[in-house]
């Protein structure tokens, strides 16, 4: 036997056709006329009002439509007849700033005595209060528009209620302090339940994470390998534009069937959970001793792998917002050394250009020159491109070869460990100390205080050591071997990483013979690296 395949979410437009078949009249209404000879037997003509908070999770309409359904046995019950259905679907009672249409359009016809089709108004029926108001003013409106008119009935699923006595106003008041009790109670509830599922490592997230299966603890074969190649060429040098191409190649969509963006690429590397951590609140969930607690699903990385992407997007982070730089298709960088030559011609008045100089295309080949006047350059200095490239190219890789022969090797242990494991150790004896009644409550806090800025303090610092080691780790040794499977914004990340700036002087007027001595680079300091 086939399984029962999970019921689809609609569209929005698809909810709102639903929302509005079930609004209005309902379809086995009897006509005005029969309704007026229905009224005059005893028969009570109604209308029902609907409302479903939040229909974004499920977004199928059922919470109005079983509403209606239920309305109608309340009606039938007082011996009445629903002659218009009053709807707000997926909207706060609770929410000042929500506007409910269709409440105020109930206000209207209670006031008016009438439906826009006519039908007088001899009462409301609703499954419950708390469909209706969740704060005082609303339950003001609408018990103001009811009696503006006598002998009206109003009734819910716990049967009929008299809103004309002197205890009317006083019972909806109480009601309105319940649901609003109730519904923070709720909050802090769910707010309790989700720290306590993140404390033992319980996935929650209500929509499947990309990179794990349905049950969001195994990993989907074809998304965590997408992930993981991510993380490895954001920490080979690659920009997030390059990398984020590549989760669009890969043919995959987001769980929401979405295409792939560059923020929404970003927000998955940074999320502690490819490395089996979580965030809430902005902070990592930690253990009793302040150690991240670790995700009872499948990591796609290491932690260090983790710590060391984030840092790496962090740098990447301008003063404006993310740099846009990099190699993307819709913004190619074309030339290899463009912004970082500077023009050493010197102008009359004595002092060198400096400006920047940018590539731009030659015939078979491109060159480098010197900006505008007007872009604050001279506009006099122009060179080979190739030949500036070729030598660059060689001068960094034969630095780089230096310096991977005396480079230091990669720490496998944090320094200042034992100095946090001390720090949270005093921590515990304080609050052991402080349970047991043994000190005060002042001198507890303020020594508590004391320690928990040391442990965030070495906290941070040990995450500042994981991320480099991390990116010592997989920096490349051997770049002149790998030199030629690297696309252009490795290669440029590699000699901007190596290079202040490089300055061009002027050749020798009439030769077209390239000198190397014409060409200054400016290394970086180890220290500034």
């Known amino acids: 036997m086939a399984a029962e395949q999970p019921k689809q979410k609609l569209s929005a437009a698809e909810v709102e056709r639903l929302v509005s078949r079930l609004r209005g009249t309902p379809d086995d209404a009897p006509s005005l006329e029969e309704a007026k000879a229905l009224r005059a037997e005893g028969w009570r003509l109604v209308v029902a009002y609907c409302r479903i908070s939040d229909d974004a999770h499920k977004r199928d ?6 509403q209606t359904r239920h309305c109608g046995r309340i009606a039938s019950g007082i011996r009445a007849v629903i002659v218009h259905n009053y709807i707000d679907n997926d909207k706060s009672a609770s929410k000042a700033d929500v506007v409910r249409d269709d409440f105020d359009n109930m206000i209207e016809a209670l006031e008016v005595g009438a439906t826009q089709n006519g039908y007088p108004v001899d009462g409301v029926v609703c499954v419950a209060d708390d469909r209706l108001y969740r704060g005082a003013y609303a339950y003001e409106r609408f018990v103001d528009s009811f009696t503006s008119h006598p002998d009206r009935v109003y009734a819910d699923d716990t049967g009929r209620h008299d809103l004309y006595g002197d205890g009317a106003e006083y019972r909806g008041l109480l009601g ?8 923070k109670k709720k909050k802090r509830r ?4 989700h720290l306590a599922r993140a404390e033992r490592g319980e996935p929650v997230a209500g929509r499947r994470p990309f990179g794990w299966n349905t049950d969001k603890l195994t990993l989907h074969p074809e998304e965590s390998k997408v992930v993981r190649q991510g993380v490895k060429d954001l920490l080979a040098g690659k920009s997030i534009t390059t990398v984020t191409w590549n989760f669009v190649d ?3 969509t987001t769980t929401m069937g979405n295409s792939w963006q560059l923020q929404t690429v970003k927000q998955i590397l940074r999320n502690p959970r490819i490395c089996g951590y979580r965030k809430l609140n902005g902070e990592l969930v930690a253990d009793a001793e302040g150690n991240p607690v670790v995700g009872k699903w499948e990591p796609i990385v290491t932690p260090k792998e983790w710590y060391a992407v984030t840092t790496l997007l962090e740098k990447n982070r301008g003063a404006g917002g993310w740099d846009g730089s990099g190699d993307g298709r819709r913004t190619p960088r074309k030339y290899l050394l463009t912004g970082l030559l500077r023009c050493g011609k010197k102008l009359e008045d004595g002092r060198t250009c400096n400006a920047k100089m940018h590539g731009a295309p030659a015939r078979k080949t491109h060159k480098y020159r010197c900006r505008s006047v007007l872009d604050g350059g001279c506009d006099k ?3 080979q491109g190739p030949a500036i490239d070729k030598l660059i190219t060689h001068l960094v890789l034969a630095k780089l070869e230096k310096r991977d022969a005396e480079r230091q090797p990669v720490e496998e242990t944090w320094a200042d460990e034992p100095k946090l494991e001390a720090a949270q150790r005093r921590k515990t004896a304080l609050e052991e100390q402080w349970h047991a009644e043994e000190m005060s409550d002042s001198t507890f806090f303020a020594l508590l205080k004391k320690e928990e800025a040391e442990i965030k303090l070495l906290t941070n610092e040990r995450k500042g050591w994981a991320a480099r080691q991390e990116t010592l780790r997989n920096e490349v040794t051997d770049v002149r071997a790998q030199w030629k499977d690297m696309d252009l914004q490795q290669k440029r990340t590699v000699i901007f990483d190596a290079l202040e700036a490089v300055i061009v002087l002027p050749g020798v007027k009439g ?6 001595d014409t060409i200054v680079p400016v290394w970086k300091e180890e220290s500034t690296r």
Do not use: I, M
């Not at 030769?511 to 190397?516: M, T």
């Open 61 to 66: 309409g059922h919470g109005v439509e079983d």
């Open 250 to 252: 890969s043919g995959l």
């Open 176 to 183: 309105v302090a319940a649901s609003r009790s109730e519904t």
């Open 190 to 193: 769910a707010r309790l339940n």
């Open 381 to 383: 200095l122009s060179r």
């Open 511 to 516: 030769s077209h013979k390239f000198d190397p």
